[in-house]
């Protein structure tokens, strides 16, 4: 019984045999990897692509949500912009409710100063960062995103990053908060007055007492300064308006949003990104300045 | 590429298995270049299945290669294709013989492609050098079980050929 079967082994294996390719082919892995590499960087691109609409979609319909409810917060996403900001001057007509193109030619960038940038300014690629101080998604983004964005492509020289204020109208003491952080901009504390902001958003929400967190990063005689700039200087919202009428030129209507600006093209991206995907998309952006 | 959490270097273990899994694969559809595509198919699909990175991946891709393998080997038409061109093995044999050889291995990929996916599943792993125990985890079987399964494999193979072919 065990011969036959061990016959009956042999003779199969005889027969799989002749499929056996000759060995003068040599599969090529090198050949097979790049192959696999190509195809994962298309899938990754078609991921982003589908994203990236995906969000500007999202954030079309929660304008459109805003626009019919002026004052409310989308959280999950970010925080629109509604019909009634005093500071940008939308036509009288219905709100437009159709997404930004997913790039668009520069306009001409206003003017930003110098202590709301970090990084080269030969890094290939800008981020310019729209956000509110009372939004939560932008307490989000700066709590996980932008830290990681500074660590790995500001440091590395591969990005520039520029903050951009866009109060919106639906919370009151957005535009306070953004005097306190430019004041601290003015007097060299710009950006762990930033973090600070946002890392404490809950608690002066609620009644507007910036100057109490703010005094809690920075020195006493730096917090007088800054307490004496919040209160007289008639030009620090300058850099403000600089940045809604930017804002207006980009077509922002939500915070988060960051516009990536490459070879002179500005691609927004409204929403609270997905930090990987957001790697991604900055990995291929990097790889690709210069080469248009 | 690092992927994961975990320590898994997928372009080691490509670079590790890839010649192998593409010969097994051609062993099946006949033709190298459709079984690099095929090969590459089963790494894509490791590549997106995170879950499988890591000791079981070997098993795993040989596994989905040789279903890719079979499935495509379902097909008649890709299969006389494949036939109509010269194996790589023939080239100093002579128009008899290759005549011949062809023959037989369009002979053997029908009785693998008609006596179950299991058994040729089996039967593909084992002559393709893999231990028992490698089979067994390739299959997600228990290892004291496969020599018996290789064996009504076998079984099944022989049984099919004759039905078909005759007893040669």
């Known amino acids: ?292 | 590429m690092q992927t994961g959490e975990t320590s898994f270097d997928f372009d080691e273990f490509f670079h590790q298995h890839y010649a192998r899994i593409a010969r097994t694969v051609a062993r099946v559809v006949g033709d190298p270049m459709r079984a690099e595509d095929l090969a590459v198919e089963a790494f894509w699909k490791l590549w997106r299945h995170r879950e499988a990175h890591g000791e079981k991946a070997g098993g795993w891709v040989y596994r989905t290669a040789i279903r890719l393998a079979l499935n495509d080997l379902r097909g008649a038409k890709r299969r006389s294709h494949y036939e109509s061109q010269a194996g790589p093995a023939l080239v100093t044999a002579n128009p008899e013989e290759q005549r011949a050889a062809a023959e037989e291995r369009e002979q053997v990929r029908s009785v693998l492609a008609a006596i179950g996916e299991r058994n040729a599943e089996l039967l593909l792993l084992r002559s393709s050098g893999l231990a028992y125990n490698d089979v067994a985890a390739a299959l997600d079987l228990n290892p004291s079980s496969v020599g018996v399964m290789i064996s009504r494999a076998q079984q099944a193979f022989r049984k099919e050929y004759v039905k078909q072919y005759g007893e040669k």
């Not at chain 1, 981020?127 to 996980?144: G, H, K, N, V």
Request: charged share 20%; with cysteine; glycine share 6%.
């Open chain 1, 1 to 292: 019984m065990a011969k036959n079967e061990s016959n009956e082994g042999r003779w199969v294996d005889e027969r799989l045999a002749s499929l056996e390719p000759g060995a003068e082919w040599k599969p090529d892995p090198e050949r097979g990897l790049s192959r696999l590499h190509d195809r994962r960087r298309a899938a990754r691109r078609h991921t982003i692509e589908w994203v990236v609409a995906g969000m500007a979609g999202a954030a079309a319909c929660v304008a459109l949500v805003v626009t019919m409810s002026p004052g409310a917060c989308a959280r999950p996403l970010g925080c629109s912009a509604g019909g009634s900001h005093p500071a940008v001057q939308t036509s009288p007509g219905p709100a437009p409710v159709a997404p930004p193109p997913p790039q668009t030619p520069a306009p001409v960038p206003a003017a930003a100063v110098a202590f709301k940038q970090f990084g080269l300014p030969t890094a290939p690629v800008l981020c310019e960062i729209y956000t509110d101080y009372e939004c939560p998604s932008c307490a989000a983004l700066y709590r996980t995103v932008v830290p990681v964005l500074m660590e790995r492509y500001v440091a590395t020289g591969k990005v520039r990053l520029l903050h951009r204020d866009f109060p919106l109208p639906q919370h009151p003491y957005a535009r306070l908060a953004a005097r306190y952080a430019n004041a601290a901009g003015e007097t060299g504390h710009y950006e762990e007055v930033v973090n600070q902001i946002f890392r404490t958003q809950s608690t002066w929400a609620s009644d507007g007492d910036l100057s109490s967190q703010v005094a809690q990063v920075v020195s006493p005689e730096a917090m007088d300064k800054i307490r004496e700039l919040v209160a007289r200087d008639s030009h620090l919202d300058d850099t403000v308006m600089a940045d809604m009428s930017m804002a207006m030129r980009d077509q922002i209507r939500q915070t988060p949003t960051l516009v990536f600006v490459v070879d002179g093209k500005r691609q927004p991206l409204p929403g609270l990104p997905q930090l990987e995907m957001l790697e991604t998309y900055l990995d291929q952006l990097v790889a690709s300045a210069g080469r248009k």
